[in-house]
């Protein structure tokens, strides 16, 4: 039999049942914690970050990450 593979199964991938974004993004509890006021200020200055670098997609995480260092530090110099 050479040349000739045996096929076991199906290549097709089972569907997922996940819930649409928006009922997921509402049911999701904010990481680590954060308060409601807290995630936003984080949210708004990573808008403000990806508007700042051109809206180019792609680097969300970097945006958020970077969003939240800012607003970490702006809160650490208001106690000091």
Known sequence: MRGKTKKTGSSKAKP????PASTAVASVKTPAELSEDLW?????KAYELWEQRGRQDGNDLRDWLDAEAIVMEEIHEARE
């Open 16 to 19: 997922t049942t996940a819930a």
């Open 40 to 44: 936003e200020r984080i949210a708004k």
